[in-house]
Every structure is written in C-alpha cells, then in structure tokens.
T-cell receptor, first 113, second 112 residues
Framework: DGGITQSPKYLFRKEGQNVTLSCEQN?????MYWYRQDPGQGLRLIYY???????QKGDIAEGYSVSREKKESFPLTVTSAQKNPTAFYLC????????????FGSGTQLSVL | AQSVTQPDIHITVSEGASLELRCNYS??????LFWYVQSPGQGLQLLLK??????LVQGIKGFEAEFKRSQSSFNLRKPSVHWSDAAEYFC??????????FGKGTHLIIQP
C-alpha cells in the first residue's frame, strides 16, 4: 500500500543532543512537508521541499534542519539550538498541480529527558 | 497572507445530535479549503475539500461542508454524530507551494 511512514513513533532527546526524525513516502509525490503540532496551536510549518535537493524554510525553521537527497525521503533533524523541542511532529506530502490534498504520516512524539 | 480561524476550541455534543464546526478564512482569491480529522496520537485524515463549483461538498463519514463566500466561511456539519467522531478537527486553506494554512483546531467531545 502507498503511504507515508514516520519513525520512530516516540523519541526522547537529551540536553544538547541532535535527533533525526525519519519520513519516507512511496506515493511518488514531489512535495514534502514537516509540521510541528503543539496543544492548542494547530500545525505550524517547519520546512518544505518541492523537489529533490531543494527545500525552503517554513514559519518556525529555527533550530531545525532538513535534507532532500531522494524523492522518497525528507528527514528532519532537531538540533540542540531548538530549546523547546517537545511536540508532535507530522510529515506530509502531496503532488504538485491542481490537487492540493496533503497525505500525512502518523507522526512522531518527541520529548526531552 | 492566508489565515484560517476556528473560533471554538472545544465543542461538546450528545451522541445522535447534529454537529456544526465553524471555520472562517481570509484569502484574496477563491481558496482551496479542506477539513481534516485527527485521532489522538495519529496523523490527519482528509474529510472533504472544496476547490470550486457546488458550494455544498460531501465528505467521508457522513460529513458535509458549505462554502459561503459572503461570510468567508466553510463550516463542517454532520446530522447525527457517533461516539467515534470524537477527535480534533482542522479547517485548512491552501493553494500555494508552501502547503496548507491550518486553523488551531476544534476538539470534539461526544457525550453518551
């Protein structure tokens, strides 16, 4: 079945540590997105990528980094510069063109030890 | 810039009663509008979408929404809710390369 896979489902970070969240899709979508979800805040865009080897900052990119070396993969690194990383992280993808429907992964809950 | 407002943070409805979740958008042109549902600890699932044409759109799970340009609204409705409808509901707008603009969500609680 086609879809988006995020791993791990739960992740813990120690102070000063970088951690990487995985996002893989087999939908052949060009565009991929990372959102952060905090209670009562809705979803906020961290980074997005429209094509391989290119990505753009979203509204809250500080303290995060991404790469897009393959069409299927869009990993997100939460760096030590992100002082409040505890949140639920959602990856999404979509085709470009007239259909703007986003397909979402099942999310990663990141917590600080 | 686009914005989406969901004025109700929490809504409590009795099982079997009707439901309406409010959504207002701010966008210059006709926007793409969506409603997504999220169960706890899960990703988001698309309920329905509006691009153009008929202003009353039907979605999955018995949901519908009506686009009203004069009120800049896209309210979600269901005639009779089930306990399994308890979830977080997000109204979103889109149409650009940077994905969707999300409302802050409405938490739906179903009373037995």
């Amino acid at each position: 079945d086609g879809g988006i896979t995020q791993s791990p489902k739960y992740l813990f970070r120690k102070e000063g540590q970088n951690v990487t969240l995985s996002c893989e899709q087999n939908l052949n979508h060009d565009a991929m997105y990372w959102y952060r979800q905090d209670p009562g805040q809705g979803l906020r865009l961290i980074y997005y990528s429209q094509i391989v080897n290119d990505f753009q900052k979203g509204d809250i990119a500080e303290g995060y980094s991404v790469s897009r070396e393959k069409k299927e993969s869009f990993p997100l690194t939460v760096t030590s510069a992100q002082k409040n990383p505890t949140a639920f992280y959602l990856c999404a993808s979509k085709t470009t063109g007239s259909s703007e429907k986003l397909f979402f992964g099942s999310g990663t809950q990141l917590s600080v030890l | 810039a686009q914005s989406v407002t969901q004025p109700d943070i929490h809504i409590t409805v009795s099982e079997g009663a009707s439901l309406e979740l409010r959504c207002n958008y701010s966008y210059g042109a006709t926007p793409y509008l969506f409603w997504y549902v999220q169960s706890p600890g899960q990703g988001l699932q698309l309920l329905l979408k509006y691009f153009s044409g008929d202003t009353l759109v039907q979605g999955i799970k018995g949901f519908e929404a009506e686009f009203k340009r004069s009120q800049s609204s896209f309210n979600l409705r269901k005639p009779s809710v089930h306990w399994s409808d308890a979830a977080e509901y997000f109204c979103t707008s889109g149409g650009g390369a940077d994905g969707l603009t999300f409302g802050k969500g409405t938490h739906l609680i179903i009373q037995p």
